[in-house]
């Protein structure tokens, strides 16, 4: 009895080691990875929904490169630049919904990713009380900084305003 535990235990190991070295240890934790990711990015949608801007800009690397297609604009920002604008827009504007979806979620490494989806906004002008919403298409290079991922690129790929 004890023979055949430890030849199946053996068997596992080497199966196991077989894995790894054919395939790489990440892939073995892919699955994991993008549920961290999916995690993060559903913690920036409600921060943004919030209007907490300290739970926003942890989830962003200083600085945050942000390049928009649509403009051929790229802005390399310092967090505390980044802070300062979100509080001067949340004076004029009010963020109904912020969802990702659609994810393609590419694991370069262990602390290195591209999240390609559709970021579904609503805002609602504080002012006149018009409401605004989108689906932008957007691509985020993400990088792991002491166990938490963050957005060091933010890529504005397309964007579509939704009527109603």
Known sequence: MKKS?????SLIL????FVILTTGCISLFTPLIKIEIMQML????????E??????????TDPITE????????YVTSLEDKRIELEEMMTYVNCL??????????????????????EHSKFQDLFDET?????????????KVEGNWKIS???????EEVTQ
């Open 5 to 9: 535990v430890l030849l199946s235990i």
């Open 42 to 49: 559903n913690k920036l949608g409600e921060a943004n929904v």
């Open 153 to 159: 690129i933010y890529e504005l790929l397309a964007s």
């Open 131 to 143: 409401i605004y919403e989108y689906i932008d298409r957007v691509k985020l290079t993400l990088i």
């Open 67 to 74: 390049i928009n297609h649509l403009s051929e604009e790229t």
């Open 14 to 17: 080497v199966i196991l080691i």
């Open 97 to 118: 919904v912020d969802d990702f979806s659609n994810e393609d979620i590419t694991i370069l490494d262990a602390s290195n990713a591209i999240v390609e989806c559709d």
């Open 51 to 60: 209007g907490n801007v300290d739970q926003i800009i942890i989830h962003y």
